[in-house]
């Protein structure tokens, strides 16, 4: 991740959880808690989470980091939002919207 408008960036392994999915007219909003692999977040972090965009085919669009269930500064790498996508996949998240 990294924090817009800053020099600072770390690569994290990202271990999603607690899916909530939800319809949003012709796109698929899913909703994603985090936990880091062998890492604490930063300070300004202490909540992470991600909105993952999806398609209603479920094809992911767009990556939103989250903190306190709120958009924040931070951003994903191409790296974070890989594991994201495969993620909502594997899970086949865009299914269970309701």
């Known amino acids: 991740m990294y924090k817009f408008d800053a020099g600072a ?7 999603p959880h607690s899916p909530i999915v939800e319809r949003r007219g012709s ?17 300004d972090l202490p909540e992470p989470g991600a909105l993952v965009i999806c398609r209603t085919d479920g094809e992911p669009i767009d990556y939103v980091a ?16 890989e594991q994201l996508k495969r993620y909502v996949r594997r899970e086949r998240l865009a299914e269970k919207a309701t």
């Open 9 to 15: 960036m770390f690569e994290a392994e990202l271990l």
């Open 27 to 43: 796109f698929i909003d899913v909703y994603l808690k985090l936990r880091r692999n062998g890492a604490e977040w930063p300070d």
């Open 66 to 81: 989250l903190n306190e269930g709120c958009d924040c500064e931070y951003r994903f790498t191409e790296l974070e939002k």
